[in-house]
């Protein structure tokens, strides 16, 4: 345990508090937390579509022309949405997860729930900037949300001390 004045380094401690506590945070806080997250930035997509304040249509035909205008904003929320959904989806499939949540398992999940946060952001910006920047913004946020999907894999694997998936192998007989 850490004793302030003693000399012991913290980070030593913190280390040591982890190893002696089997849960870091509860799962089912995490796990809370995740599906709030995702609903939340799920319903942020949609809340970035909106046309100028001072749009007043006169008829039918420019209300359509306006919202002819988002498409490519809207191509690239059905497409945020969709990998938020699959990123979700896969979160809650994954029945192998540990009942005790690590600190490391914590952590790689905060880390990819922060780049669940900046999809609406990209999104917005992929979806009205056609520069080549507003597509490295958003290729860089989902490259990073896969990335850190595959670390919590990893952490899960670690804890559990057995592989979340085999290799497929081939089947050679004929």
């Not at 988002?70 to 690239?76: H, K, P, Q, R, V």
């Not at 600190?103 to 910006?125: C, D, E, N, Q």
Request: with cysteine; net charge negative.
């Amino acid at each position: 345990m850490f004793c302030p004045g003693s000399g012991a380094d913290f980070h030593t401690a913190i280390g040591r508090m982890m190893a002696e506590t089997k849960e870091f945070v509860s799962k089912g806080r995490l796990d809370a937390l995740t599906d709030g997250v995702f609903a939340f930035a799920m319903t942020l997509l949609v809340v970035n579509f909106d046309l100028p304040e001072d749009f007043h249509p006169t008829s039918a035909a420019e209300l359509i022309s306006a919202l002819l205008g988002l498409g490519d904003t809207f191509i690239a929320y059905v497409v945020t949405f969709l990998v938020l959904a699959t990123f979700w989806l896969s979160r809650a499939r994954t029945k192998e997860e540990p009942e005790a949540a690590s600190g490391a398992y914590a952590w790689s999940l905060l880390l990819h729930l922060f780049f669940v946060t900046l999809l609406p952001f990209s999104m917005i910006v992929a979806g009205r900037y056609h520069f080549a920047p507003a597509i490295w913004v958003y290729g860089t946020n989902m490259v990073l949300l896969a990335l850190t999907a595959i670390g919590i894999t990893l952490v899960i694997e670690r804890d559990i001390q057995r592989r979340l998936f085999q290799a497929a192998v081939p089947n050679t007989a004929c």
